[in-house]
Nanobody, 114 residues
């Protein structure tokens, strides 16, 4: 069974940083493009960043210059380094294969508030 487990979220003040992790089991990520998504309360899930098999990243305009996606294929894990966090970054963050994903994990809650 393929599973994605996100972790690393929490409560942080505006301007702070967090590093999210996404551990995959049951499927090797090295053959896949991976992505981070987020869903804020009352809003649709949105794509935040993708990383290609060779490590090339792409970002939503709203996070460009602040977030960095990376991958460690040896650990079957994808990361999202989030800096200069803003209240509007508050959301549940999910990872998945891209563009065709699998069942969503539970995600990890990120709350940016003073």
């Amino acid at each position: 069974q393929v599973q994605l487990v996100e972790s690393g979220g929490g409560l942080v003040q505006p301007g702070g940083s967090l590093r999210l992790s996404c551990a995959a089991s049951g499927r090797i990520i090295s053959f896949n493009v991976m992505a981070w998504y987020r869903q804020a309360p009352g809003k649709q899930r949105e794509l935040v960043a993708t990383i290609s098999r060779n490590g090339s990243p792409n970002y939503a305009d709203s996070v460009k210059g602040r977030f960095t996606i990376s991958r460690d294929d040896a650990k079957n894990t994808v990361y999202l380094q989030m800096n200069s966090l803003k209240p509007e970054d508050t959301a549940v963050y999910f990872c998945n294969f891209y563009p065709t994903g699998i069942s969503w994990g539970q995600g990890t809650q990120v709350t940016v508030s003073s």
